[in-house]
């Protein structure tokens, strides 16, 4: 790769990002705007299949659901095949995040209806009550996702069916590259991008609190929320 422009807003900046995703948007960008850019994935999902979630894979095609809602593309990943039917049948898609929403379009070719700026309080503020005699709402989600979204959709009125697809764990200590952990750990990184709440639990355990002169920036308020929890100081919140 070629060095970055001196011109370039992040030149010579060094970034530690706590995943590791082929061609990643988040990195491609940083990049671009100049940085020097290391990726370290602090978690791994696993997918979780079950009959119940095999059942709403072939409901949500028949279009059964009046809405389905994803916090990420990996609960978007779990029922990606029944998208294209289930909104050729009327089912409208929520997203959390324009990360998500981007995902969806990509992957599945559908459009989403209505996306939340980077948290699920967010989506819950423009999401609409039902009509009387609704088909209920679909969310495929995280193992460890709080009840903020299904809760908040019940206290609307909907009939809501939340479904476990994947989870997520910590790596192991022995799997985090010796170098990138040293260059953390010495206070040699300008900044640290944590993308999700997994990787703020995850960061203090393998790698110890950021030094003083490390900047977090988290994308979105729950990841954010979840950091501060850890005895992480945030120093930016982005949306997405």
Known sequence: MSAPLMSAPLCERRILLTRAKPDDAIARALRLAGAHVDALALTVSTPLESARLDAARDRLADGEYAWVVFSSWRAARAVVSSLPRARSLGTRIAAVGEATAR?????????????????????????????????????????????????????????????????????????????????????????????????????????????????????GAPTAATARGQGIAVAAQASS
């Open 103 to 219: 995902w969806i379009s990509d992957h599945a070719g559908a459009s989403v209806d209505l996306t939340g700026a980077g948290s699920a309080a967010a989506l819950l503020e423009c999401f609409p009550a039902p009509a009387s005699g609704a088909r209920p709402v679909l969310i495929p989600r995280s193992a460890l996702a709080p009840d903020t979204l299904p809760g908040g959709l019940r206290a609307l009125g909907w009939s809501v069916e939340a479904i476990d697809a994947y989870t997520t764990a910590p790596v192991a200590a022995d799997d985090c590259d010796a170098d990138i952990a040293g260059n953390f750990r010495a206070g040699r990184y300008d900044a640290v991008v944590l993308t999700a709440s997994s990787q703020a639990r995850a960061l203090p355990p393998l790698l110890g609190l950021p030094p003083p002169s490390t900047r977090v920036v988290t994308i």
